[in-house]
């Protein structure tokens, strides 16, 4: 059993930053991968972004270039800057795990608030 822990959310003016961050513990035997999601009220929940251990990234076209993940080390963080009213969401760290067995699965966390006011 692998556990996210997350913390950095919170209230922010549009423009401003914020910085999350998402710690792994329990029986890690190997992450493939971690990332982050987001769920606005009414929408379906969406890739953010991802980093392998490799360190390949991937990023929601909408956040391009105003988010930055990195990582993971049992550790992944989010530095968001220039936030947008639209950015406003739950956000879930997730971290896709194999464990000793081979059984592969992903772990979410139980998500942050982040809200954007204009």
């Known amino acids: 059993q692998v556990q996210l822990v997350e913390s950095g959310g919170g209230l922010v003016q549009a423009g401003g930053s914020l910085r999350l961050s998402c710690a792994a513990s329990?029986?890690?035997?190997?992450?493939?991968?971690m990332g982050w999601y987001r769920q606005a009220p009414g929408k379906q929940r969406e890739l953010v972004a991802k980093?392998?251990?490799?360190?390949s990234t991937n990023y929601a076209d909408s956040v391009k270039g105003r988010f930055t993940i990195s990582g993971p080390k049992n550790t992944v963080f989010l530095q968001m800057d220039s936030l947008k009213p639209e950015d406003t969401a739950v956000y879930y760290c997730?971290?896709?795990?194999?464990?000793?067995?081979?059984?592969?699965?992903?772990?979410w966390g139980q998500g942050t608030q982040v809200t954007v006011s204009s």
């Open positions: 997730n971290v896709d795990h194999t464990a000793r067995s081979g059984y592969r699965r992903t772990y």
């Open positions: 329990g029986s890690i035997f190997s992450i493939n991968a």
């Open positions: 980093i392998t251990t490799g360190g």
